[in-house]
Every structure is written in C-alpha cells, then in structure tokens.
C-alpha cells in the first residue's frame, strides 16, 4: 500500500513499456499481466483488507519467533488484544478470522506455561483492567503438578497463587503495585522474595 502510487507510476514509465516491448512474448505476457494488476483498484482494495488481517497476527509471530524467552507472559494478551483489533478492522468477517486463529492456537500455541506466565506477568496482574478467565486459572493451577513435587508444596502453591490473585499480604499495597509496572517480571520476584524474607 506504502508504494502503491510509485508502482503505478513505473508501470506506466516509457522505460519499463521499453523493456516489455524487449521481452520474449511469455515474459512479455506476465509483464503485461503485472501491470493490469497494480493498475487494478480491486485488487488494492484486497491488498488493503488483507493487511488489516495479518498487521496484528504479524506481531504476535515476532513475539513467538523472537529470542526473547521472557515474552511468554505476554503472549496470552497480546492474542487477545491482535482478535480485538481483528474485530475492530473487520466487523463483518471478524468471526471467520478468529475461527482460523482458536483453531492455530489450540493445536499449536496454547499451552498451561502460556497461561501461567500471563497469570504470573505482574505488569498484567496489576492493571486495572486485568482478565483471569477460566482458561487462564486452569492452565495456571494444570502448571503446579509439574513443578511442585508433594502435595502440600502442590497445596502451598495453590494458596499462594489465590493470594497473588488477590494481591494480599506481600503481593498487596501501592508498593507492589507500583513496582510491578516498572520492574521486569524478574525484578518483581526479586522484590517479592526480598519483602517475604
């Protein structure tokens, strides 16, 4: 879209119409081809739907793909927030979009460690506007077997999570708020282990 006027105008330049009439007649037809496309204002108008479409999913496959493990707690919202935008841009088809994205996601990408490093992202638990739906608590609490090996370390950690949840005892206070919005996840844990001491 950025350079939709330049290409038209290359298209129509006397050197590239030179250069076709130079062309063998295949290469010639697909030049020809090319440029009843771009001049085609359908065409550009799929172009600009189908990028409203794929802008918000670009970012999350960054994220996926990118060298920074720490994204994990960020993944559950900003595929959230890409449906949302979704939804925004393409009130009309949001539906067939999303049908495409829950079916990628559930076979592919989401996964409880997903889920838990949302629940336990602090930037995102001390918002206002915070989200623990079902799916997170239960991906969340499905994460606990695997790391605790007893059951009252199963039960300790089940009672921590409530009250992180909650933002009670050392989770609670403007102090935590606060800190969670601009320290990193694994500076918040650091402050939370150095105020339990």
Known sequence: MKYRHQLAQLIN??????HVDTLRLDSKDVALQVQDLISNARFWEK???????????????KMVDGDDKNDMGYLYEAMDKAKEKLRERNPKAYRKWWAIIDKRW?????????????????????KDDVHNDGEVMRGTINVIPRIARSMNERLDAVAEVERYKMKVGIYGGYDMTYAAQR???D????????LKS
């Not at 172009?47 to 496959?61: N, T």
């Open 13 to 18: 330049s006397a050197e590239f119409l030179q």
């Open 47 to 61: 172009v600009s739907y189908y990028l409203k479409v794929i802008e918000p999913l670009v970012l999350i496959l």
């Open 106 to 126: 559930e076979m592919t990408l989401h996964h409880d460690f997903h889920a838990a490093g949302y629940f336990f992202n602090p930037k995102i638990q001390y």
């Open 183 to 185: 320290l990193s996840p």
């Open 187 to 194: 500076g918040f844990t650091c402050l939370g282990v150095c």
